[in-house]
């Protein structure tokens, strides 16, 4: 009877291996061997063109850590980072609550809210520069207005400028997801909360947002690596400028590996990127699973 | 409604899903028969059916001529067929030449001359010297492209650069054309007196501060030391203790000073170029490349061009080779890669043809481009006064990615006055061992 | 489900002041969202003379449709399209197949070799492709993958797979492990209980999969310019990038060639939103 069970489960696992191991070898030839070259090419100093690709050692490392260049894109990045998860959380949970009210033409809304991530990155940069640069003025000079409004034309203000159009772009997007678990919260929450006494606001923080504790996680998730990885955004924007001011670490990544004809010191580059996308995302999980779970 | 919306898309899909599998099956099959069909029986005999793989690297002024050379081609040689695939040179070209290393290169590649030192010197190239078609090539067009004796590049056309100006406000105010930094600085004084931007720019552009930057060395520094890359890479020479690298910089704050500073960070070419048309600015440091921008706002603006003025009064105009055709040294195709360079410096008519759409100078003998050029009477004058120079003399040896165009962020920042001066030289000469791979 | 449905409904409906400020929000909200989108429509009817010397602010003189016929010649819109609707919609039915299938058997297995290809999946979220692209290249060479419709499908799959998995399995709990249990005692086999019985369970989790990956799919760059660069297998937005070069860029064509992209991923999603949304309250969010 025990050698039989086994013997079918074994038959089993066979099938379950089958439905699983399409997916692990595609995924393993088309990302995870180029990595692991990529791995191999940080500890060489090839150029990306010749056939021979000299050893180097640690010395790509070594020089990872006294890179100004390097420190400045983290700096911008971190930056960059660390405002879209504050702005675009908030934005699109405020947008999803208003949108599951009793408000009219929601339909509408929603449509016109999610269209813009529908636009590719590099396109909403160029759409972006040219409301800066061209329609804005315009506007404020019909308004009498003497505001500048080329954000993207200082150094202080790029950064303002790409995380509004990364908002623009990218709010409707999360606020979907929000929206969907807005509707999946039993009234009965709300009618018992509503017994007990509590306003409109109590509602809010004591009912809606612990129970929007999943959605969080994964546009927490989302945002932070979507937004390290900030590149396409800047290509037909700022050119990573003025000067470096808006040079992103894969922004920085590209122009030494290829137009620098570094490859070897920008894959020890791209190491330390895939390192510290592994943490970040680590760390999150954990806190945010942990406080799922206590909520 | 929308029930009918999602099946007219599936099904769009779906056709889509048909139509390319099948797409791709007949086009070969189409290539096959019509090929064997030929009636010219002789040549089929002689001739076996070529397929070249064509990678070009062009700016948007570029895009279209591939139609031209492939309807050219089809007149003289129906048996060669060039697949292309076309990128923007200045985004896409490198990283695809570095991808098709890894595998193998197309048979034609065109890039711009200056491509010719970086892959030349890897021995990536055929070596086109004393092919009869490299006679039809101006003798000016070969040095640029001209490595340890070998020819790698077959030149098309050139770009003039140079200080483009608005002729009618240069008339109405008689200001002459400057030679001399006391000269240019009148002109300044007089713009300002009357209300008058100098200076069109869009710095938001890198390479367009890279560009301006090589043109001001080419007449500052590379005039009296022609070799002077090659020098700084030996250690011989540094930006920092170079008084005419330091005066190219300072040149370039000289335009931010007397341009649209607020804005030229937050606007790209097309918009300056617009300004430039309407008044808004009297001089532009550019190249031909705004021609056609220029002519497409307004078919009547009259400009000319001058080259930036230098310390010594002396500059030359200068010429950048543009389109230049290289082909692959591993190519199992170099007949009729020879073939279809015959048909490009041979058919006089497809040649006008491309000069006249992308608004440029023949680098091929015999052939006058009959658009409407402005500036042409003025680069008449230099030519005829031997004051004309190939800018890729500093291309070729300082080379872009890596380092002219690192050396721009740099100016960029020198101006916003995030570093000094002084930095922004040392900190090319930090990176000495990237200016040429 | 119908009568706690209804509840909602009645709950609210009722337009108070609170509902006032919020609707107000939504309002100069969606102004904020709209007069980009207005003015990309807007310059796509432009001339290039409206465009270069005309106020931005003011509406296209006439309402021509050259850029719109220029725009579909110079993209080869014939083709491109064509093709990128190909290669995104074999992608994301492989892809909803395989995802569903890795999520599944991760869920249904506790040994470790299970576990441990969930994070395996999970570090594909993490890997910045655009800096890997010459391995990427050189693997594609040597398996043969470059220049083929399969090759630049093979990779969509692969850079996608993690989200997909990702998103899955958080689907998970609710396909009830009872119904299986059923169909096993009935001697149904693994393979016989994943497409009889979970896949259709998982219709609107594919769904949402599907949209959410259909225009990740067809706005790529990196991987249709890395596989498919010829002209005769390029994708939309490899063609549209191309107006966007260095010097002297084509706006007028260029902002046509963003709206005729952009349109029909914009009516799959409108077509397709109630069961995007139905699709995400049922699972992901739940957790």
């Known amino acids: 009877m025990n050698t039989h069970d086994s013997k079918f489960k074994k038959h089993d696992r066979i099938q379950y291996l089958i439905l699983l191991l399409p997916g692990l070898i595609i995924f393993t030839i088309g990302l995870i061997i180029p990595m692991l070259l990529g791995f191999y090419y940080s500890f060489t100093s090839w150029n990306g063109m010749t056939a021979e690709k000299p050893f180097a050692g640690l010395s790509n490392y070594y020089r990872l850590f006294h890179d100004t260049y390097a420190a400045q894109a983290w700096i911008f990045t971190i930056k960059f980072t660390l405002l879209n998860t504050i702005l675009q959380n908030i934005g699109a949970i405020l947008l999803a609550v208003a949108l599951d009210s009793a408000i009219?033409?929601?339909?509408?809304?929603?449509?016109?809210?999610?269209?813009?991530?529908?636009?590719?990155?590099?396109?909403?940069?160029?759409?972006?520069?040219?409301?800066?640069?061209?329609?804005?003025?315009?506007?404020?000079?019909?308004?009498?207005?003497?505001?500048?409004?080329?954000?993207?034309?200082?150094?202080d203000t790029v950064l303002a400028g790409l995380i509004i159009a990364n908002n623009w772009q990218w709010i409707g997007y999360w606020m979907l997801i929000y929206l969907a678990a807005l509707q999946s919260i039993p009234q009965e929450l709300y009618s018992a909360a509503k017994v007990d006494g509590a306003n409109a606001f109590q509602q809010f923080f004591f009912v809606t947002l612990p129970m929007l504790a999943p959605a969080l996680t994964i546009?927490?998730?989302?945002?932070?690596?979507?937004?390290?990885?900030?590149?396409?955004?800047?290509?037909?924007?700022?050119?990573?400028?003025?000067?470096?001011?808006?040079?992103?670490?894969?922004?920085?990544?590209?122009?030494?590996?290829?137009?620098?004809?570094?490859?070897?010191?920008g894959s020890a580059l791209s190491v330390s990127l895939i390192v510290v996308l592994l943490i970040v995302a680590l760390?999150?999980?954990?806190?945010?699973?942990?406080?799922?779970?206590?909520l | 409604m929308k029930k009918s919306i999602a099946i007219l898309m599936s099904s769009v899909l779906a056709l889509s899903l048909m139509t390319s599998c099948g797409g791709s099956k007949n086009d070969d099959k189409e290539n096959g028969s019509q090929n064997k069909n030929t009636k010219n029986e002789e040549q089929l005999q002689k001739e076996e059916d070529v397929t070249l793989r064509v990678l070009a690297g062009q700016s948007t002024t570029d895009a279209g001529t591939e139609d031209m050379i492939d309807a050219a081609l089809a007149e003289k040689y129906p048996h060669i067929k060039l697949e292309w695939e076309c990128v923007d040179w200045g985004n896409d070209f490198q990283p695809k030449m570095q991808v098709y290393m890894q595998s193998e290169l197309p048979d034609i590649m065109i890039g711009k001359a200056q491509d010719v030192s970086t892959y030349g010197s890897l021995g990536l190239l055929a070596d086109l010297e004393g092919k009869p078609y490299m006679d039809e090539v101006l003798d000016a067009a070969k040095p640029g492209v001209s490595l340890d004796g070998k020819i790698y590049g077959l030149t098309y056309n050139a770009q003039y650069q140079g200080v483009y100006y608005n002729r009618d406000m240069f008339k109405e105010n008689g200001w002459e054309i400057p030679d001399t930094h006391e000269e240019l600085q009148a002109i300044i004084d007089d713009c300002h007196a009357k209300g008058i931007t100098p200076f069109a720019s869009h710095m938001v552009d890198t390479w367009s501060i890279g560009n301006v930057t090589m043109q001001f060395a080419v007449n500052e520094v590379f005039r009296d030391t022609p070799d002077w890359g090659?020098?700084?890479?030996?250690?011989?020479?540094?930006?920092?203790?170079?008084?005419?690298?330091?005066?190219?910089?300072?040149?370039?704050?000289?335009?931010?000073?007397?341009?649209?500073?607020?804005?030229?960070?937050s606007m790209e070419q097309t918009a300056c170029d617009a300004k430039m048309v309407q008044g808004e600015a009297a001089m532009k440091v550019s190249g031909s490349w705004s021609i056609q921008?220029?002519?497409?706002?307004?078919?009547?603006?009259?400009?000319?061009?001058?080259?930036?003025?230098?310390?010594?009064?002396?500059?030359?105009l200068l010429f950048e080779p543009n389109i230049t055709f290289m082909a692959s040294a591993d190519s199992e195709h170099l007949d009729a890669i020879d073939k279809v360079f015959e048909?490009?410096?041979?058919?006089?008519?497809?040649?006008?043809?491309?000069?006249?759409?992308?608004?440029?100078?023949?680098?091929?003998?015999?052939?006058?481009?009959?658009f409407p050029n402005p500036s042409q009477s003025d680069i008449d004058k230099y030519a005829e006064n031997d004051r004309i120079q190939d800018v890729n003399l500093g291309n070729n040896q300082l080379q872009w990615g890596g380092f002219q165009e690192e050396n721009a962020k740099d100016i960029a920042e020198y101006l916003q006055g995030n570093i000094s001066l002084e930095e922004a030289l040392a900190a090319a000469d930090a990176r000495r061992e990237n200016s040429k791979s | 489900?119908?009568?706690?449905?209804?509840?909602?409904?009645?709950?609210?409906?009722?337009?108070?002041?609170?509902?006032?400020?919020?609707?107000?929000?939504?309002?100069?909200?969606?102004?904020?969202?709209?007069?980009?989108?207005?003015?990309?429509?807007?310059?796509?009817?432009?001339?290039?003379?409206?465009?270069?010397?005309?106020?931005?602010?003011?509406?296209?003189?006439?309402?021509?449709?050259?850029?719109?016929?220029?725009?579909?010649?110079?993209?080869?819109?014939?083709?491109?399209f064509l093709n990128t609707a190909f290669y995104t919609s074999v992608s994301v039915l492989v892809l909803a197949i395989l995802c569903g299938a890795a999520a599944w058997t991760i869920a249904r297995n506790k040994n470790k070799f299970f576990k441990f290809s969930y994070f395996y999946f999970i570090i594909g979220i993490l890997i910045p492709a655009q800096a890997l692209f010459l391995p990427i290249y050189t693997v594609g060479f040597k398996t043969g993958l470059v220049n083929t419709r399969a090759g630049v499908i093979f990779m969509f799959i692969a850079t996608n797979i993690s989200f997909g998995v990702f998103l899955m399995t958080s689907f998970m709990s609710t396909v009830p492990i009872e119904l299986e249990e059923a169909a096993k005692i009935d001697g149904c086999s693994v393979f016989g209980i994943y497409f009889r019985i979970v896949m259709p369970l998982l219709k609107p989790a594919m769904a949402t999969l599907i949209i959410m990956l259909s225009f990740q799919i067809w706005n790529d760059y990196l991987m249709s310019s890395l596989f498919v660069s010829t002209n005769k297998l390029k994708t939309i937005t490899v063609a549209i990038q191309a107006l966007f070069s260095q010097q002297s860029s084509d706006y007028t064509t260029a902002f046509a060639a963003i709206v005729i992209s952009v349109l029909p991923i914009c009516i799959l999603f409108i077509s397709m939103q109630k069961y995007f949304i139905k699709g995400m309250t049922v699972g992901a969010v739940k957790g």
């Open chain 1, 104 to 155: 009219k033409l929601k339909k509408l809304f929603r449509t016109i809210f999610f269209i813009p991530c529908l636009i590719s990155a590099l396109v909403v940069g160029f759409i972006w520069l040219k409301l800066y640069g061209n329609v804005l003025p315009a506007l404020m000079d019909y308004l009498g207005k003497d505001i500048n409004t080329m954000l993207f034309g200082r150094d």
């Open chain 1, 219 to 265: 546009c927490i998730v989302g945002i932070t690596t979507g937004s390290l990885k900030v590149y396409d955004l800047l290509v037909a924007s700022t050119n990573g400028g003025p000067g470096r001011a808006s040079t992103s670490i894969i922004y920085y990544i590209y122009s030494t590996a290829i137009n620098g004809r570094q490859y070897g010191y």
């Open chain 1, 283 to 294: 760390i999150q999980l954990r806190v945010l699973k942990r406080r799922e779970v206590q």
């Open chain 2, 230 to 265: 090659d020098k700084f890479r030996a250690g011989e020479v540094n930006f920092s203790d170079s008084e005419e690298y330091k005066h190219c910089y300072e040149y370039n704050k000289l335009i931010y000073d007397n341009t649209w500073s607020d804005q030229t960070f």
């Open chain 2, 293 to 316: 921008n220029f002519l497409d706002i307004d078919e009547n603006f009259d400009f000319g061009v001058f080259p930036f003025p230098n310390q010594t009064g002396d500059s030359k």
């Open chain 2, 343 to 370: 048909v490009i410096t041979g058919d006089k008519d497809l040649a006008l043809e491309i000069y006249n759409y992308t608004k440029t100078a023949p680098m091929i003998k015999d052939v006058t481009p009959t």
């Open chain 3, 1 to 80: 489900m119908k009568k706690d449905k209804l509840l909602k409904n009645t709950n609210k409906s009722s337009f108070g002041p609170g509902t006032l400020v919020l609707q107000i929000i939504v309002v100069s909200a969606a102004l904020f969202f709209a007069s980009p989108l207005f003015i990309i429509l807007s310059y796509s009817f432009k001339t290039k003379r409206e465009i270069y010397i005309g106020n931005p602010l003011s509406l296209p003189e006439s309402l021509n449709f050259n850029n719109y016929i220029n725009a579909y010649e110079k993209l080869n819109l014939k083709v491109t």
